[in-house]
């Protein structure tokens, strides 16, 4: 019965981000709890490499609809705010959304520059939001896991980092293919979102098993989607990242 309930309530929340993208309370509502929680988030990861610089994260779960869509966004509205010059990044070759969020075009991006036909400056795109760029999934490739192992990939990141203080990967969950994995073992550390009541301790251990076996930085992980009496809204409650 719980699995069924558990399994519905993701293909809910799965199938509106795929067509309307993910909510950005960081921007709509800025001075709300929510947004002051997220405002956290970005602090509590800052001080969790205080001697190394970050200067890539890579947001994963460990299964589809957990919201790291929400959290990724989110926290990237919230760096970019502090004047950092931010760049997110549609990793999810398979079911992007970043392109819904920020009503952009998807014509050409990630996949496009990976398969050697467009440029790094072309897949560039600014935001409504000052200091933060994105870069939409582009086309879907019927090959996503080479394509982000690719030795374009390194040059990405290269490139990124001259150009950018921060880049922030929006990856596929960790369970159900390797993408995550690829990225994770290339970016400096990565967050592991948690949706309380949703996610299943198994699939977590299990996500946190497979980080680790490409030795991938694991910064933290953050619970969302747990509720509070003094939240406001669905998305009330989010914790700070809990080691």
Partial sequence: MFGNFRKNKRKKLNDYSLTHGVGLITHDSPTSMISEQFNTIRTNIQFSSVDEELTSILFTSSAPSEGKSTVSNNVAVS?????????????????????????????????????????????IQKTMIPNLFIITSGPIPPN???????????????????????????????????????????VDGVILVIPQGIA????????KKSLLTVRARILGGIMNRSKCDNADGYYGGYYGIEK
């Fill in 79 to 123: 760096w970019a705010k502090q004047g950092e010059r931010v760049i997110l990044i549609d990793a999810d070759l398979r079911r992007p959304t970043i392109h819904k969020t920020f009503n952009v075009s998807n014509q050409t991006g990630l996949s496009n520059y990976l398969f050697g036909s467009a440029d790094f400056e072309d897949i």
């Fill in 200 to 207: 299943d301790k198994a699939q977590v251990i299990n996500a």
């Fill in 144 to 186: 996503p896991s080479e394509l982000l192992g690719s030795k374009r990939i390194p040059q990405l990141l290269s490139d990124l980092k001259e150009n950018f203080s921060l880049t922030i990967f929006d990856a596929p969950p960790v369970n159900l293919v390797t993408d995550a994995q690829i990225l994770a073992s290339k």
